[in-house]
Nanobody, 124 residues
Framework: VQLQASGGGLVQAGSSLRLSCAAS????????MGWFRQAPGKERELVTA???????HYGDSVKGRFNISRDNAKKTVFLEMNSLKPEDTAVYYC???????????????????WGQGTQVTVSS
């Protein structure tokens, strides 16, 4: 399983950015997907997750600003980030579990596969 994240960059506060994560190596539609982020000196945190049937979860700090979606035909998950703030600055990682048709997004050990990360920097 390979996850390839892209779309990061340097933007000003209040801007929008869309991240993409292309998956390969298995049947994409059978697995939940998620996005994590890690800021310097902080632990990696779950940003958002989406199940195989489109159920979503968002961290409190991004609710109402970020939107996760998936395109099973393209084997890609997207993260639309709006109203970006300097505190959103981090390396963003896409992630996926090894178990199909499960959705234990709050169990860190359930997330098995990780993308390489893409840097998002929001200037004030």
């Amino acid at each position: 399983v390979q996850l390839q994240a892209s779309g990061g960059g340097l933007v000003q506060a209040g801007s929008s950015l869309r991240l993409s994560c292309a998956a390969s190596g298995r049947t994409f539609s059978r697995y939940a997907m998620g996005w994590f982020r890690q800021a310097p000196g902080k632990e990696r945190e779950l940003v958002t997750a989406i199940s195989t049937i489109g159920t979503t979860h968002y961290g409190d700090s991004v609710k109402g600003r970020f939107n996760i979606s998936r395109d099973n035909a393209k084997k890609t998950v997207f993260l639309e980030m709006n109203s970006l703030k300097p505190e959103d600055t981090a390396v963003y990682y896409c992630a996926a579990p090894s178990e199909p048709y499960t959705y234990y997004y709050d169990r860190r050990g359930w997330w098995t596969y990780w993308g390489q990360g893409t840097q998002v920097t929001v200037s004030s």
